[in-house]
């Protein structure tokens, strides 16, 4: 259970008698029970940039979901090795996007004489494969917290963008921060011949977005915006952009969990906010934050957890700890030598971006 202090005891022990072997990466989204043991937390982008820059540590124990621990696999040098505490913490979004389905997509495009004119840009939520296909074809990843800056790039390389895998990331960057129109957007089905799209409509786009979502961010509606409003009157609120279009549209701000962070603590006192994220960090920021008076709610009625993020847990995590100070190499992550060289190059593009 969160409070076990057996458990805590025993997670303190194991990471003591590691010491500088192992370091711990925390994505914004896991259990208070999780975090506090995490010598870093971050958002996507934070956390790549923390695995690359940590050459000493033999183990990096990735408190996240299962592409986190590949990319950050990919950053780290050979002889360094990461782990992800429970092999089944994947992510559904990620799982939306398979190698055959985006070589047959590109095939698709070919046929329609546009690939040529195609730039890949790829969410980090995606599998190493798709992060390769995304290197091998002059493409760069990018996170919730630099998407303009790499449509921005893409857009300096070709004329149009094949945006992997989440629609929303892809529209709403798009629409919101890049003066684009909807109509510049098209859809690719994975599940349709031809992705449901003609040649013309391929031609004629600019963003061909993949049909992939978060099954969490799709969870909030213009309802639960116009509620809240409703309830509390004078509230802010600030969501991130994978939730759809018309929820961002009607938002006041939108951005990674890194900037949720940083948006509620430049908050004055008195304020009041309604986030749309995953549960754990906003329950974790509205009791932070209670004592500055600072109202923080979820934006929507229902629960809404990350199932896989939460499959994370304590036991997971001494378990993880325990195996490593014991010399057992653990629920390692590795990406094979030619996926990795590809997609390496993607992510590097994407730590390169200005
Ligand atoms: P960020 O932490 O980069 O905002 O991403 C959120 C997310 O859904 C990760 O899966
Ligand atoms: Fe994937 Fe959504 Fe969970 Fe993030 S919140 S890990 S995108 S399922």
């Given at each position: 259970?969160?409070?076990?202090?057996?458990?805590?005891?025993?997670?303190?022990?194991?990471?003591?008698?590691?010491?500088?072997?192992?370091?711990?990466?925390?994505?914004?989204?896991?259990?208070?029970?999780?975090?506090?043991?995490?010598?870093?937390?971050?958002?996507?982008?934070?956390?790549?940039?923390?695995?690359?820059?940590?050459?000493?540590?033999?183990?990096?124990?990735?408190?996240?979901?299962?592409?986190?621990?590949?990319?950050?696999?990919?950053?780290?040098?050979?002889?360094?090795?990461?782990?992800?505490?429970?092999?089944?913490?994947?992510?559904?979004?990620?799982?939306?996007?398979?190698?055959?389905?985006?070589?047959?997509?590109?095939?698709?495009?070919?046929?329609?004489?546009?690939?040529?004119?195609?730039?890949?840009?790829?969410?980090?939520?995606?599998?190493?494969?798709?992060?390769?296909?995304?290197?091998?074809?002059?493409?760069?990843?990018?996170?919730?917290?630099?998407?303009?800056?790499?449509?921005?790039?893409?857009?300096?390389?070709?004329?149009?963008?094949?945006?992997?895998?989440?629609?929303?990331?892809?529209?709403?960057?798009?629409?919101?921060?890049?003066?684009?129109s909807l109509e510049d957007c098209v859809l690719y089905n994975p599940h349709k011949p031809n992705g449901g799209l003609t040649a013309e409509e391929l031609r004629a786009a600019k963003m061909i977005l993949w049909r992939g979502h978060c099954s969490v961010h799709g969870r909030f509606s213009l309802d639960s915006v116009d509620d809240v409003r409703a309830r509390i009157p004078g509230v802010n609120v600030l969501v991130h952009p994978e939730c759809r279009h018309e929820v961002v549209a009607a938002a006041d701000y939108v951005g990674s969990t890194e900037y949720i962070i940083k948006k509620l603590e430049a908050a004055p006192a008195g304020s009041k906010w309604a986030i749309g994220t995953e549960l754990n960090l906003v329950r974790r920021l509205a009791n932070r934050f209670a004592s500055e008076d600072k109202e923080i709610v979820f934006l929507d009625k229902t629960v809404c957890f990350c199932s896989t993020m939460n499959r994370i847990d304590l036991p997971h995590l001494v378990w993880a700890l325990e195996s490593l100070a014991e010399g057992n190499l653990v629920n390692r992550i590795e990406v094979d030598k030619e996926t990795e060289a590809f997609a390496k190059l993607a992510l590097e593009r994407m730590l390169a971006l200005p």
């Open positions: 259970s969160p409070s076990d202090p057996n458990l805590v005891e025993r997670a303190r022990a194991a990471k003591e008698k590691l010491g500088d072997k192992v370091f711990v990466l925390g994505h914004h989204y896991q259990r208070d029970e999780v975090i506090q043991f995490a010598d870093v937390t971050g958002d996507s982008f934070k956390l790549a940039r923390e695995a690359a820059a940590r050459p000493q540590a033999e183990y990096i124990v990735f408190c996240g979901v299962h592409f986190m621990a590949e990319s950050a696999d990919i950053l780290t040098g050979d002889d360094q090795k990461v782990v992800l505490p429970d092999l089944a913490a994947g992510c559904s979004m990620a799982d939306m996007a398979t190698a055959e389905q985006v070589a047959e997509c590109w095939d698709v495009l070919t046929e329609a004489g546009v690939a040529e004119q195609v730039v890949p840009v790829s969410y980090m939520n995606s599998s190493a494969d798709i992060k390769a296909f995304t290197g091998k074809h002059g493409g760069t990843i990018c996170t919730s917290s630099n998407a303009k800056r790499a449509l921005d790039w893409a857009f300096e390389q070709g004329e149009k963008v094949l945006f992997l895998p989440d629609q929303h990331l892809g529209r709403n960057t798009a629409v919101r921060d890049m003066g684009m």
